[in-house]
């Protein structure tokens, strides 16, 4: 078999070295340099991971007929990756107003768009359908009725599919898995044959292409897709049965997991591609059922691995417990992450990469005011202040995640590729935050 380098098995980016100065180099470029250019806390993408994640994702579909990569934007979204994607010739999933906007500001094609969400206003699926023929994930009954209603005025004939729960869960944190039954995304299988009947009541106005199912995220097993290939195939056969209609297309949604630390074992994206899609064949084969065309929806596994986080380290202090805190200059505003999911990173010094590995653990804390603002909690790390710090993995759901607390304006994002780094997200600033403030004359 081929060797096909998946991304998301490992901590680091796939460009990841170490120079004479022992600093850690992203895509050509030592980090201490990115540092002193742009400042921390310091967002880097590395272009080549995102391009070998990719890369992996096509290779292990390519013996499945007829398929599609759609990058699902809420992982990480700005206009130049959204220009990268494109370039790469995947779709894209987005869920909100901003992120529809952000690829109408990159030129995507209409076709390859997919909207989502549970909660789409009409005038969000308007602005959709006025970039041309979007794909509409319809979650609900509500909305269906309403998409129908504005295909009816509109005369179009929109492109629609309908989320299903399928009853299957990964194994990752509760508040990402969507899968369950009692899933606030999509329908009851049950409600299947009844909602067809309705689409097929509006005269033409909606074209059902297909079912969509997501079942969480992080997950990092193969078994769980092998059961929605299943469960949806018995779907596309019961609509055959009870309306002689064939679905064109299936989308099994994303979810599969990267490498945070050491421990992590997530099934690579070549693997992970290749049995899904097969397995997906089998069930529509085993069933007399033609082949969809097949989408899926990675987010996390195009872009977390690409992703490190630089910090500046500051205070330092040990409390008579015995526990050592590092302070960074960012944290839970940057990387909602582990206070949010109790999610696990990996760290390193990088302006010391062959620095000691000391016998005690230091709590690597953020600077916001939550004590719950922990970036690891134990990190083998012989790190003092002043030290650069870079925590890896945090390409996917930290930017998209990231806030203001406290006040505080949003790290730079620099894309790195071939000794070269452009900014792709400026960094924020005071004056950004006070912008939009306004004061009643009377507290004047
Ligand atoms: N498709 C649909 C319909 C989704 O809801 C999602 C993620 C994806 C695709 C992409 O899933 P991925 O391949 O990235 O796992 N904020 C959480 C993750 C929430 C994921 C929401 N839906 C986190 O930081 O772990």
């Known amino acids: 078999m081929m060797l096909v380098q998946s991304p998301n098995v490992s901590v680091q980016p796939s460009t990841t070295t170490i120079n004479e100065d022992e600093h850690l180099v992203i895509g050509g470029i030592d980090t201490v340099e990115l540092a002193e250019k742009f400042g921390t806390p310091l967002w880097i993408m590395d272009e080549q991971t995102i391009l070998d994640s990719i890369k992996a994702f096509k290779e292990g579909l390519a013996g499945y007929p007829n398929h599609q990569i759609l990058y699902a934007g809420k992982a990480f979204l700005c206009t130049a990756i959204c220009h990268l994607i494109k370039k790469q010739g995947l779709g894209l999933d987005v ?10 500001a990159a030129g995507f094609p209409a076709e390859i768009i997919f909207m989502h969400g549970n909660n789409k206003s009409a005038a969000e699926i308007e602005e959709g359908l006025a970039l041309g023929n979007v794909n509409i994930v319809i979650d609900n009954e509500s909305e269906l009725l309403m998409v129908a209603e504005i295909a009816q005025r509109l005369g179009k004939m929109v492109r629609v599919f309908l989320r299903v729960i399928p009853g299957v869960e990964p194994d990752t944190h509760v508040h990402i898995v969507t899968g369950h039954a009692e899933s606030k995304f999509g329908f009851a299988l049950e409600a299947l044959i009844p909602l067809v009947q309705r689409i097929q009541s509006f005269d033409g106005a909606l074209q059902l292409v297909g079912l969509h199912a997501h079942i969480g995220s992080q997950s990092h097993d193969l078994e769980p897709y092998f059961e929605i290939s299943e469960i949806l195939a018995d779907c596309y056969k019961e609509l055959l049965d009870s309306f002689q209609i064939e679905l064109p297309e299936l989308d099994i949604g994303g979810g599969l ?3 945070y630390t050491d421990a992590d074992k997530p099934t690579s994206i070549y693997e992970w591609a290749k049995k899904t899609s097969e397995q997906v064949a089998k069930s529509f084969k085993q069933r007399g059922l033609a082949l969809p065309k097949l989408l899926v929806e990675p987010g996390r596994t195009i872009v977390g691995t690409a992703g490190v986080t630089l910090y500046r380290a500051g205070h330092k202090k040990r409390l008579p417990s015995g526990v050592t805190y590092l302070a960074v200059d960012g944290g839970m505003a940057d990387n909602p992450r582990p206070i949010t999911y109790d999610a696990k990173y990996t760290a390193c010094i990088a302006n010391r990469m062959r620095a000691p590995i000391p016998d005690k653990p230091l709590g690597l ?8 603002d922990i970036i690891i909690k134990e990190s083998y790390l012989s790190a003092e202040t002043g030290d650069l710090i870079a925590v890896f993995g945090t390409g996917a759901y930290n930017l998209s995640m990231a806030s203001n ?3 505080t304006p949003r790290p730079a994002c620099v894309l790195v590729a071939g000794g070269k780094a452009d900014i792709i997200v400026e960094r924020e600033t005071n004056e950004d935050l006070l912008k939009l403030d306004r004061v009643p004359d009377r507290l004047r």
């Open 365 to 372: 804390v953020g600077k916001f005011c939550e004590s719950g």
């Open 95 to 104: 869920v909100s107003p901003g992120e529809l906007a952000t690829a109408r």
């Open 405 to 407: 607390y406290n006040r």
């Open 257 to 259: 997991g990267i490498a």
